[in-house]
């Protein structure tokens, strides 16, 4: 058991030492269990509501896998439906190419069972579908192993977020306020130069 | 517009070959007199127009004139392109699709094409000041609706409105003419165009730097930009209103005097847009624009993206190296006029089109370079390069097109221009749209396109003065410059006498052959009634 542990382990460092920077996605093994609050298909205020996160390590692998977990880092991830047709969010599976996961939650530091922590929807969210991913990071601060709250099609528990509108009604009003004064400036000044050309021919 | 003497583009400027090198003077040049009893800061000549060209003074009217107008031009390139270093920001916002981007992209140009051809309409009903004031002070309110916009539909309409306002080119070109004597029209034209296209650069560094400063004193990323917004907006209405107050049409102030001079016949519109559709030189310069041009405007859109997107760059490191592309037509569209004018002092009109082919293409290559760079600094020399070559191309054109025809100039200017801007929204459509392949791979595909469309420039032919690969017709009496613009009117017309202005441009143009025009005599059957 300890041998298997340590053999998965030391495949992954040698991984590391060869291509420290290569590091690729299908490399990973999912060993951490990963749920969210949000239920498929539910919508999320931006700004406003809540996850619930839970998490622990995958308890029927072999001990020791988990030896090298030193941090566990959280991020919002999006949905292959919120991918179509947008290429700066593609799935890569170098992970220094990979777009999927663009927002941070929060990083933990690791342990093993019991986690769960409570995090409000950061107002710059955009709107989408999402799924959460955490990364287990080793000391050395390379992702060792994964886990998500979807499956592997990421087509389960996808939830969606409702963006803040960037719109005020004050920028509303100046902009009518500023484009009223535009028009009106500029027949103004129109109709006042005619009726002056028109005086002046008058005379 | 065609038949008048000092139209746009009827820059007489090296025909001769006898000028100085650099027509940044002509005020000691005999054959045109100054009028001395003007009043003006700078020489003039018998109609006011201005024979010297000074950067950097603020000269009332000439020079005033000429900075009111080129950074009229310059606003509204500005705003036009305002969204693109944005989209990054702008695409979360609305949950932009890359299609929506490119269909945006595609609007943004093409509302020009249409406003193009009405400004020139405009220009002589209202003159080029209350032109140029109308249609920037009525578009300020286009770009502050971009505070309204919250889906898709409404950005592509909201740019497409915006775009509108690229028409203060031709104003701008308009306004140049009435000021400034023909003999300089071509160097302070370039100079004009070439600073407002420089809009298009100054954009990509100026929006990331305000939508920055917005966000650090406190505002929601999905605000800022909206925010940011009002400053190209505010631009707008104040170069409007300093048009207004302190810009004139004529050098003598008054609109009425240009409508009271009809000494000058009117020509019939409907011949002048035909002999401008059926020279079939006409089109083949319209595409060629369009992938100068075009791909200038089509890479203003998509280049800060691209940097952002393939090397992870931060937002305002991307505009600022999107803004090297749009900046360099401060140098690149004047210096492409230049090379033009100085390969026609030895090889005339062919040298003109050999330099025009190889600005055009090597400004392609460097675009198929730019697609492949896989690092950051090759991809940088590449774009620049690029924009050097797409960019002297354009100022190349200008200086080919005054020839093409005399009597349908304006209509012929006005078709190239509308067809720089066809340009881009159909390479925007064909390469930037869909996502069936990356923007770099659009980009290589856009260069192999340029370099394959700019091959149709060796079909131009002149009987007089030859092509890129054929010379001149032997029969120099029967093909010769006169026959060439005399062409363009017909038995009846020709007694009229309306075909003057024509001859007395063909016996100017006569320098177009090179080095052989000092062995030239006149033609035996050109006039010198040279009496109008």
Not at chain 2, 185 to 207: F, K, R, S
Not at chain 2, 316 to 335: D, E, Y
């Amino acid at each position: 058991m300890a041998i298997q542990g340590f053999l998965v382990v030391s495949l992954l460092f040698s991984c590391l030492a060869a291509t420290s920077y290569g590091l690729t996605f299908s490399s990973l093994q999912e060993s951490l269990i990963v749920t969210a609050s949000p239920k498929h298909g539910q919508v999320l205020s931006a700004g406003e509501d809540n996850i619930v996160v839970t998490w622990s390590f995958n308890k029927s692998l072999a001990a020791g896998t988990d030896s090298s977990y030193k941090t566990v880092k959280f991020k919002l991830c999006y949905a292959p439906v919120s991918q179509q047709d947008r290429a700066w969010r593609k799935t890569e599976d170098h992970l220094n190419k990979d777009k999927t996961c663009q927002h941070n939650i929060v990083t933990k530091p690791y342990s093993s069972s019991n986690n769960t922590f409570t995090w409000t929807v950061e107002r710059d969210v955009p709107t989408a579908t999402y799924f959460i991913r955490a990364y287990a990071y080793n000391s050395a601060d390379h992702e060792v192993a994964y886990g998500q709250t979807t499956d592997a099609h990421k087509t389960t528990n996808l939830f969606n977020v409702q963006a803040i509108s960037g719109r005020h009604v004050s920028l509303d009003i100046a902009s009518i306020c500023f484009s009223a004064f535009s028009v009106v400036s500029l027949f103004g000044f129109f109709f006042l130069e005619n009726r002056k050309a028109k005086m002046s021919q008058a005379k | 517009m065609a038949g008048e003497e000092n139209s746009p583009g009827s820059s007489m400027h090296g025909v001769t070959g006898k000028e100085q090198t650099f027509a940044f003077s002509v005020a000691s040049d005999p054959t045109i007199p100054t009028d001395s009893t003007a009043k003006f800061a700078l020489p003039v000549d018998s109609e006011h127009k201005s024979k010297v060209f000074k950067i950097l003074s603020f000269a009332n009217p000439h020079m005033r004139t000429f900075h009111l107008s080129w950074i009229s031009f310059f606003t509204c390139f500005v705003s036009t392109f305002a969204a693109a270093p944005l989209v990054p920001i702008i695409r979360d916002d609305l949950n932009l699709t890359k299609t929506d981007i490119g269909n945006a992209g595609i609007a943004s140009v093409s509302g020009s094409i249409f406003s193009r051809l009405v400004m020139g309409a405009a220009c002589d009903l209202l003159g080029p000041r209350y032109a140029c004031a109308f249609l920037i002070m009525l578009s300020a309110p286009t770009v502050f609706c971009m505070s309204f916009v919250s889906s898709a539909g409404g950005y592509i309409v909201v740019r497409f409105m915006i775009g509108f306002s690229l028409a203060t080119f031709v104003s701008c070109q308009y306004w140049m003419s009435t000021m400034f004597n023909s003999r300089i029209i071509g160097l302070v034209n370039g100079t004009a165009a070439g600073w407002g296209n420089m809009g298009g650069g100054a954009t990509q560094l100026l929006m990331p730097v305000l939508y920055e400063l917005i966000r650090r004193a406190g505002a929601t990323p999905f605000t800022a930009w909206r925010i940011a917004f009002f400053i190209p907006g505010w631009l707008h209405v104040i170069m409007g209103l300093l048009v207004l107050g302190l810009g004139q049409d004529l050098p003598d102030g008054n609109l009425s005097t240009l409508q009271k001079k009809g000494d000058v016949p009117k020509d019939q519109f409907s011949k002048v847009l035909w002999y401008a559709i059926t020279n079939y030189r006409t089109w083949i310069f319209v595409l060629l624009y369009g992938m100068s041009l075009g791909v200038e405007l089509t890479t203003d859109n998509v280049i800060a993206g691209y940097f952002f997107d393939r090397f992870d760059l931060k937002l305002h490191t991307a505009g600022t190296i999107a803004a090297t592309f749009g900046m360099a037509n401060i140098v690149s569209r004047p210096f492409g006029g230049l090379m033009s004018d100085i390969a026609a002092r030895r090889f005339g009109m062919r040298g003109r089109l050999w330099n025009l082919w190889i600005l055009q293409t090597a400004g392609g290559i460097f675009c198929i370079c730019l697609g492949r760079a896989n690092t950051l600094p090759l991809s940088i020399t590449s774009m620049i390069l690029f924009s050097i070559g797409a960019q002297a191309a354009c100022g190349a054109t200008f200086g080919i097109i005054p020839f093409l025809s005399r009597r349908s100039l304006g209509v012929i200017s006005g078709l190239t221009g509308a067809g720089g801007n066809f340009g881009s929204g159909l390479t925007q459509l064909l390469f930037f749209t869909s996502s069936n392949y990356s923007t770099a791979t659009g980009l290589s595909l856009m260069g192999i396109m340029i370099v394959a469309c700019t091959i149709p420039v060796t079909l131009v032919h002149f009987p007089q003065w030859g092509s890129m690969f054929l010379p001149p017709s032997k029969d120099a009496s029967k093909f010769n410059e006169e026959s060439y613009y005399g062409s363009e009117w017909n038995e009846e017309e020709k007694e009229k006498g309306l075909h003057h202005g024509s001859l007395k441009f063909a016996e100017n143009s006569r320098s177009e052959r090179g080095r052989r025009v000092l062995s030239v005599s006149t033609p035996p059957n050109s006039t010198n009634s040279m009496c109008v």
